[in-house]
């Protein structure tokens, strides 16, 4: 005995979440909507009939929260080549949006820019420091000889003065 019929609307949103990018389970569904998980099961094989689900692909829910950084860029790696209408089928068969993916692609080319900048700034702060080392250097070994050079000519004005010291007294 069939039960009350369920109104279109409810139906409508159900499907809608059935396909991609939501891709809920039939779970989820039954119990957003209150109705019974049989219906949606019901729904899914039409969608397989007509031909807006893939029969055999299965297909998860993408809570986009939770995806790695290491997946989203991934995913711009692999769709990075791709044209408008390769993106939005591959966006279809994972179960994200067009926007999503360009958005992560603009973070990615972001962190690239900035990381660049980073080794620029690096770079030069390095080369920077390794010039005042260079010039600490030569400052310390002309000091260390202008030292060496005072402390000979103390030395031989002591043997000097000893000397002449010596003679005076002969």
Same mark, same amino acid.
């Not at 990075?80 to 068969?93: F, H, I, K, N, Q």
């Not at 080392?133 to 310390?140: D, T, Y």
């Given at each position: ?14 499907? /809608? ?11 989820? /569904?039954?119990?957003?909507?209150? /109705? ?52 939005? *089928? ?25 990381? +660049? ?10 080369? *920077? ?6 010039? +600490? ?27 002449? *010291? ?5």
């Amino acid at each position: 005995m069939p039960g009350q019929p369920i109104p279109s609307e409810l139906k409508e949103k159900g499907l /809608i979440w059935l396909l991609p990018p939501y891709c809920w389970s039939h779970r989820q /569904i039954a119990r957003k909507l209150k /109705i019974s998980a049989s219906v949606v099961s019901k729904w899914k094989c039409e969608l397989v009939e007509q031909g807006l689900l893939p029969e055999n692909e299965k297909i998860t829910s993408v809570d986009v929260e939770d995806w790695t950084p290491e997946r989203r860029f991934s995913v711009v790696l692999e769709t990075a080549t791709l044209s408008e209408m390769e993106l939005a *089928d591959y966006c279809r068969r994972t179960g994200l949006f067009v926007e999503q993916v360009k958005e992560w692609r603009a973070i990615s080319i972001q962190a690239h820019e900035k990381k +660049l900048t980073e080794n620029i700034r690096t770079d030069r702060a390095l080369r *920077d420091a390794k010039n005042k080392l260079r010039e +600490l250097e030569k400052e310390l070994k002309r000091k260390d000889k202008a030292l060496a050079e005072a402390a000979a000519l103390l030395i031989l004005r002591e043997k000097f003065n000893a000397l002449w *010291d010596n003679s005076e007294e002969d």
